[in-house]
């Protein structure tokens, strides 16, 4: 463990200044990715900026029939809002199917979405990683890549973003509220929020220097059959292999995000419009121009069964 500095903030703003105006300093809430980081000696932040005491855990709807929620409300609160669970059911469920009792009760939304990536390489300081050491190579690429990415990927980088609950929200078409170190606001679609590798896989997200988050916005509730799959090498505390988030409309149409095959939540609207057709029109349009390894091929063809349970799901009452 490296030395560093802390200091708790009082507001938003405060918090995304203290954090621009230190080299290297780090937001912590829940601590639940960073500190196995600091721990690792993956992230060695030279100073924490503590912003448990900033009051950003309400869920509240407001009065456009949104659903807001405080960037520092628990995965649990969340999950078992009676809202949530009421009308956006895939994102209840995607989030209890993440980790463990005792990690859903620290981590907080905010801390979910920002959650590094799981990638064997990136956990280990011996190993090549761009996305740890940019510049330094991909120890993935033509190594033991099994859990890794088939689509969205980069000469760079095929590391996945490991999480379930933003999968859901980006089938749930949810926005991020943020803050910046002037104290100015502005709205991210989660669409536009993680970004794919590219020639810059360290970094993981659209935020500036200081930027912090401060809520995530559902839209009104869309109805329809809520479903999330999640396909692992074990049945509990486990990082998915393929994740299928959908809702579902009577008739068969909706909308579908995958999670466990790219960098960041997959989606693309225009497969959406296949899934009438069934799972593998819809999983080829999914799909396209897959680039998969030799060790994780076979996630291909599991994302196609995968939303295939899915959409039978959907089909009985």
Same mark, same amino acid.
């Given at each position: ?62 009065? +456009? ?20 669970? =009421? ?30 990536? =799981? ?11 761009? *996305? ?18 088939? &689509? ?37 679609? &989660? ?12 970094? +993981? ?24 799959? *999640? ?29 466990? &095959?790219?960098?960041?939540?997959? =989606? =693309? ?49």
């Amino acid at each position: 463990m490296k030395p560093f500095t802390y200091e708790r903030a009082r507001t938003p703003a405060e918090a995304a200044a203290a954090v621009a105006r230190q080299p290297n300093a780090k937001f912590i809430a829940g601590g639940t990715n960073l500190l196995d980081l600091m721990k690792l000696e993956i992230e060695a932040p030279a100073h924490l900026v503590d912003v448990n005491d900033l009051k950003l855990d309400a869920i509240e709807a407001t009065r +456009d029939g949104d659903l807001r929620i405080g960037a520092l409300a628990t995965n649990t609160k969340l999950a078992s809002d009676a809202r949530v669970r =009421r009308d956006y059911g895939v994102l209840s469920r995607a989030i209890v199917a993440g980790a463990s009792g005792q990690l859903r009760n620290k981590a907080t939304t905010a801390g979910n979405l920002l959650q590094r990536t =799981r990638c064997p390489y990136f956990y280990d300081p011996n190993q090549p990683c761009n *996305k740890r050491r940019p510049g330094s190579g991909c120890g993935a690429i033509g190594g033991y890549s099994r859990q890794l990415a088939v &689509i969205g990927v980069s000469d760079t980088c095929i590391a996945t973003y490991p999480g379930d609950m933003a999968v859901a929200m980006r089938v749930l078409d949810a926005t991020v509220e943020t803050v910046r170190p002037d104290g100015t606001t502005r709205t991210i679609p &989660i669409a536009d929020f993680h970004k794919l590798p590219g020639d810059t896989p360290h970094i +993981d997200t659209t935020l500036e220097r200081g930027e912090l988050i401060t809520a995530v916005t559902l839209p009104p509730p869309i109805g329809g059959r809520h479903i999330y799959h *999640k396909v692992r090498d074990r049945a509990s505390y486990a990082y998915a292999l393929v994740s299928v988030a959908a809702v579902i409309q009577p008739g068969g149409t909706g909308r579908v995000a995958i999670g466990g &095959i790219a960098h960041k939540p997959w =989606r =693309r609207e225009n497969a959406e419009a296949a899934l009438p057709q069934g799972a593998k029109a819809t999983a080829a349009l999914l799909l396209a121009g897959a680039t998969p390894t030799r060790d994780n091929e076979f996630k291909v063809p599991l994302v196609e069964r995968t939303l295939g349970a899915v959409l039978a799901e959907a089909r009985t009452a």
